[in-house]
């Protein structure tokens, strides 16, 4: 049940690559067009952010590992593009239609980038589920890790996460459900909580006895401990 | 929502990445769905106009103003706002401070989330298999390779951003600099000591 995507903990990528601090931001021209591609067919409006991290999460473990980061967002636009019906199979062969487009009167137009980018999208909403753990208190989170609702489907609770003992550390208020909103399924808001966890909890050998990992999980992932 | 399935639509499309996006930008930009200077102007915002001097100026003014450093910590959201600093990738902020005794680091195990108004697009690195497998359970080897060394009495705290939340981590002031007003401590302020994979400058 898990996907390439969820690697925290993975043994074997070796080193760092690193680069130097001042490289530029995209080391190819390509790369800053394919991220402007995405975020302007995003404007379209025919899918939220969790809709497109799922796009990207179904790309096949094959494609997922060779594809360097642009490309993984090509290929889920692509992907997503042709699943919500603003392309077809052939509009990306080139053999499509170029008549007029129905969503042609939401395109994303120069002089609107800059409030469009600076507006954000809030991932915060009221919810009518009570809040119901509170700083300190000690939490488990669901094993196996896992959607809920969808077989296979989005979700934000990492596999070296699953079954873990934790402590709430922060409340944020409530978030909308990746889990429900990547799958058409609703925003279904809950409370999200930052719980930090020893490290001793998720790893055999802990480089160091206080050591901790934070991680943002929602609420219907946790159970009191 | 994609299913998995054996018709990738990719596939369709040119197998050099390059040619692959001017493909997607073509087929787009005829049917009426992007604006060409839209993107233009997407790629300058994040090339030239948004990067990590926003949250250098916001990690100087920290070590400046004890008034700004307690409402940040408080509640980040609004206090980096009114500096100008919001929007996408960016709408739920936290700032996590280093102290002697705890250095915090950030990383997305899932994808590459990052505070985009505060630290602009994210490096390789910072998106790489490599630091997302490792960051969370061998933090301290990951910050060797960074040059980094923390004492033994010294925790790590890892954040890794599951959720619409963006952390940006305050590092600690480096000591020689009580003479340096905002602006010259700001110059001292890395992107890497932001993210938490670094420290900041010493001066000259």
New interface residues.
């Given amino acids: 049940m898990t996907r390439v995507?969820?690697?925290?903990?993975?043994?074997?990528?070796?080193?760092?690559?690193?680069?130097p601090?001042y490289?530029?931001?995209?080391?190819?021209?390509?790369h800053?067009?394919?991220?402007?591609?995405t975020?302007?067919?995003g404007f379209?409006g025919q899918w939220n952010?969790d809709?497109s991290?799922?796009?990207?999460e179904?790309?096949?473990p094959k494609?997922y590992?060779r594809f360097?980061?642009?490309?993984k967002w090509?290929?889920?636009?692509?992907?997503?593009?042709?699943?919500r019906g603003?392309?077809t199979?052939d509009?990306?062969?080139?053999a499509?239609e170029?008549g007029?487009?129905p969503?042609?009167d939401?395109?994303?137009?120069?002089e609107?980038?800059?409030t469009a980018?600076?507006?954000?999208?809030?991932?915060?909403r009221p919810s009518n589920i009570a809040q119901r753990f509170t700083i300190g208190q000690e939490v488990v989170t669901a094993r196996p890790a896992g959607n809920r609702l969808v077989d296979?489907g989005h979700t934000?609770?990492?596999i070296?996460?699953a079954g873990a003992k934790g402590r709430i550390l922060?409340v944020?208020g409530s978030?909308?459900l990746?889990d429900s909103s990547?799958?058409?399924l609703g925003e279904a808001p809950e409370p999200?909580y930052?719980v930090?966890f020893a490290a001793s909890e998720?790893?055999v050998n802990p480089?160091?006895p206080?050591?901790?990992?934070?991680?943002?999980?929602?609420q219907s992932y946790l159970e009191p401990a | 929502?994609?299913?998995?399935s054996h018709?990738?639509?990719?596939a369709?499309?040119p197998p050099e990445?390059?040619l692959?996006?001017?493909?997607?930008?073509t087929?787009?930009t005829?049917?009426?769905?992007?604006?060409p200077?839209?993107?233009?102007?997407?790629?300058d915002?994040?090339?030239n106009k948004i990067?990590p001097q926003n949250g250098a100026r916001v990690v100087a003014k920290a070590w400046t103003d004890p008034d700004f450093k307690a409402a940040l910590l408080e509640d980040a959201t609004p206090v980096v706002a009114d500096l100008g600093y919001?929007?996408?990738?960016?709408?739920?902020m936290?700032v996590v401070e280093n102290t002697p005794e705890q250095h915090n680091m950030v990383?997305c195990?899932?994808?590459?989330c990052y505070p985009w108004p505060l630290l602009?697009?994210p490096?390789?690195?910072y998106?790489?298999?490599?630091?997302?497998?490792?960051a969370?359970?061998?933090?301290?080897?990951?910050l060797a390779?960074?040059g980094v060394s923390l004492p033994?009495t010294s925790?790590?705290?890892?954040?890794?951003?599951?959720?619409?939340?963006r952390y940006l981590v305050l590092p600690m002031r480096p000591e020689g600099t009580e003479a340096l007003d905002e602006e010259a401590l700001s110059a001292l302020v890395?992107?890497?000591s932001m993210i938490g994979t670094?420290l900041p400058k010493v001066p000259a």
């Avoid at chain 1, 800053?32 to 591609?37: I, K, P, Y």
């Avoid at chain 1, 939401?106 to 120069?110: D, G, I, P, Q």
């Avoid at chain 2, 005829?30 to 604006?35: A, F, H, S, T, W």
């Fill in positions: 995507h969820d690697m925290g903990g993975r043994f074997g990528d070796g080193p760092i690559n690193l680069e601090e490289a530029p931001v995209f080391a190819e021209d390509w800053g067009r394919a991220l402007a591609v975020l302007a067919a379209l952010i809709v991290r799922h796009a990207r179904c790309l096949s494609d590992t360097s980061y642009y490309e090509l290929a889920g636009l692509a992907g997503l593009l042709v699943d603003v392309l199979l509009d990306l062969t080139g499509g170029y007029p487009h969503l042609a939401k395109m994303l137009r120069a609107a980038v800059a980018l600076a507006k954000g999208g809030p991932a915060d296979g934000r609770l990492p070296y996460a922060r944020h978030h909308v990746p990547a799958h058409d999200l930052a930090a998720l790893w480089e160091h206080k050591d901790e990992v934070v991680l943002d999980l929602w | 929502m994609p299913h998995d018709d990738h639509p990719h369709l499309l990445p390059a692959r996006v001017k493909a997607l930008e087929i787009l005829r049917k009426g769905l992007i604006d200077a839209a993107l233009d102007e997407i790629i915002t994040y090339q990067g919001y929007g996408r990738q960016g709408e739920h936290v990383v195990t899932l994808c590459s602009g697009i490096p390789g690195w998106k790489s298999d490599a630091y997302r497998a490792r969370v359970r061998e933090p301290r080897k990951v390779e960074f033994e925790s790590v705290r890892v954040w890794d951003s599951t959720a619409e939340v890395t992107r890497d670094g």
